[in-house]
């Protein structure tokens, strides 16, 4: 999966890393608010967070899971431009707060950071169809995003169906369904916590194309 930290090099990233100043944020933290000035990139070092829109009404929209190595942040680098997004942390999370002239300065120009941006952009883009897909293929798309994000092994999603109900726009009722699917099919273990157990499973729920 592409990152920053992998697009810029270990030597570019390690700098970027250096140029700023750490923080830890808890579960459920908010490290950036939708509509707040900007002015900050945060460079994440560990754990997992949610990229979230307010679409008008209140609801809160899943727009992307970002991981270590990735940027967060950088649609809006001046402290004149509002957020256009929340990030929540899905774990424990470390991150750099450096601004865009420092992180400019420590890639060598910002022509790494606008790269980047466009990865990403691309990626939301993808999301699109996945929004009019079933919902089997929606649950199913997060939950990969939220592992493929994780470290190396970690198969579990930190996340209650309550809570990817609201990250999915769907009824709590639908998301139970569609997670118990999951485990009569062997992709999730049963227990109370979601862990993933086949991955491949997953990838071929979301090619799926039932509805409801």
Excluded: N
């Amino acid at each position: 999966m592409q990152t920053f930290r992998t697009l810029v090099g270990a030597r570019a990233w390690a700098a970027v890393v250096a140029a700023g100043t750490a923080r830890a944020y808890p579960p459920g933290a908010a490290l950036l608010r939708q509509g707040e000035p900007g002015g900050q990139v945060l460079a994440l070092l560990r754990g997992r967070v949610r990229v979230m829109v307010d679409d008008g009404s209140g609801a809160q929209l899943l727009v992307s899971v970002r991981g270590p190595g990735d940027l967060v942040g950088e649609l809006a680098p001046a402290a004149c431009v509002a957020r256009t997004a929340s990030v929540v942390a899905l774990d424990q999370c470390t991150a750099v707060a450096l601004s865009s002239a420092a992180l400019d300065a420590a890639v060598a120009g910002g022509g790494a950071v606008r790269e980047y941006l466009r990865i990403k952009l691309v990626a939301m883009v993808d999301q699109v169809p996945v929004a009019h897909a079933s919902s089997r293929a929606r649950v199913a798309r997060l939950l990969l995003e939220v592992i493929d994000h994780g470290d190396d092994g970690d198969r579990r999603v930190p996340l209650s169906q309550e809570a990817i109900a609201r990250a999915l726009g769907m009824a709590r009722s639908t998301v139970a369904e569609q997670i118990a699917d999951l485990r009569r099919c062997g992709a999730l273990r049963s227990g109370p916590r979601l862990v993933v157990v086949d991955r491949d499973e997953l990838v071929r729920r979301t090619r799926s194309s039932p509805t409801g």
